[in-house]
């Protein structure tokens, strides 16, 4: 089942349980609109190269539709659809004034400069600048994008309407951002946890986590678990994975990181298999890489028999085994 037909059929469950309307029910199961756009940018080698880029505006009846901008090879319609219409569910379930919508450009971040993606993301811009806007739809961060992203789109989108900065969130701080932004989506997780082993009459300190992505969220949600006392004991992104059972030293993980660009090569763990990242023996397992890694009851029950605790926040909404 593939992301859209997930979290359609999962609204459906909870529409019938809410007793929705039939209307009402398809009328939020359809997008309120779909942007699809040609990005071509000329590469530093001179050569053209065509992307495609897509907002999906799900609802605004709650206040102006908001989510983020994922850059990512397998970025396609029906996923942005899916975590479109999943950020009007969150934005309500939160209460929070605004509606839900989602974006991306399908592209491998890591093959492209720094000046080509500046260049895709202000194309992107200048294709969909007429149709977000602070009243009507503001982007964020999301994977393969940052605070840098966020700046080039405040940036080209204020060069048609004046200078705007509340037109995205995620923006660094010398822009007008919000301080712990960075880090508010890990931390996110972390609050998650902590709450989840409450209700089991456990804390993070002395917990064993296995965390699946080294980004933005999983580098935060590591530091926080560290320094609350759990031991991160295996952790995986797109560069490799490794193993700690006594525990990965993660400031100093994140140094070599910074400083190389990946996990590989770091002298406090031994390399892994990212595969079996999923199914590594710990407490407590955090995916925070794609969504859909965890697809059926049946593989969560057999592959997770060692793992006691899944906490999935925002980022992996889309099961389908409910
Ligand atoms: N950044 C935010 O504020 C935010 C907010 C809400 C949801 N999310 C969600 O959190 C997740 C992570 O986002 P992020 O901002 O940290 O992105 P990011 O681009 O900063 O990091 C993604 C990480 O996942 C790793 N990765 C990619 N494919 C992998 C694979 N197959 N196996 C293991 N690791 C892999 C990457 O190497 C990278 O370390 C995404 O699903 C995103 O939608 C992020």
């Known amino acids: 089942m593939n ?3 997930a979290t359609n059929r999962n609204f459906r469950l909870a529409s019938r349980l809410l007793g929705l309307d039939s209307k009402l029910e398809k009328s939020l199961l359809i997008p309120f609109r779909e942007i699809k756009v040609e990005c071509t940018i000329p590469k530093d080698d001179g050569t053209l190269a065509t ?3 897509f907002r999906i ?3 605004n009846a709650r206040g102006p539709m908001k989510g983020g901008i994922r850059y990512h090879p397998e970025v396609e319609p029906d996923e942005v659809n899916a975590l479109a219409q999943l950020m009007t569910w969150k934005t309500a379930v939160a209460d929070i004034p605004y509606g839900g919508a989602k974006g991306g450009i399908g592209c491998n971040p890591r093959d492209l400069s ?6 895709l993301t202000r194309v992107f811009t200048q294709k969909i600048h007429d149709l977000i806007g602070i009243h009507t739809d503001v982007p964020a961060p ?4 940052n605070a840098q992203t966020m700046a080039w789109i405040l940036d080209e989108y204020s060069k048609f309407h004046g200078h705007s900065p509340a037109v995205v969130t995620g923006k660094p701080i010398d822009l007008g951002g919000s301080l712990g932004r960075e880090a508010a989506t890990g931390r996110g997780v972390v609050y998650a946890t902590e709450a989840l082993l409450a209700e089991y009459g456990k804390s993070i300190k002395g917990m064993t986590f296995g965390i699946q992505g080294f980004g933005n969220v999983g580098s935060w949600a590591s530091r926080l678990i560290h320094e609350k006392g759990g031991k991160v004991i295996a952790v995986s992104d797109i560069t490799g994975a490794l193993k700690n ?5 993660i400031p100093e993980l994140l140094k070599h990181k910074e400083a190389t660009g990946s996990l590989k090569s770091f002298n406090g763990g031994d390399s892994m298999d990212p595969n079996e990242l999923l199914v590594h023996e710990c407490d407590v397992l955090i995916p ?3 969504g859909g890694v965890l697809n059926r009851l049946g593989s969560i029950a057999e592959h997770l028999g060692p793992i006691n605790y899944c906490a999935v926040c925002c980022m992996l909404p889309y099961f389908d085994f409910i």
Request: glycine fraction near 12%; include cysteine.
């Open 245 to 249: 059972p006594n525990g990965i030293d």
């Open 57 to 59: 505006q799900h609802d």
């Open 51 to 53: 992307y495609v880029g």
């Open 3 to 5: 992301a859209l037909a």
């Open 114 to 119: 720094k000046s080509e993606l500046e260049r």
């Open 142 to 145: 999301d994977m393969g994008t």
């Open 288 to 290: 925070c890489a794609l």
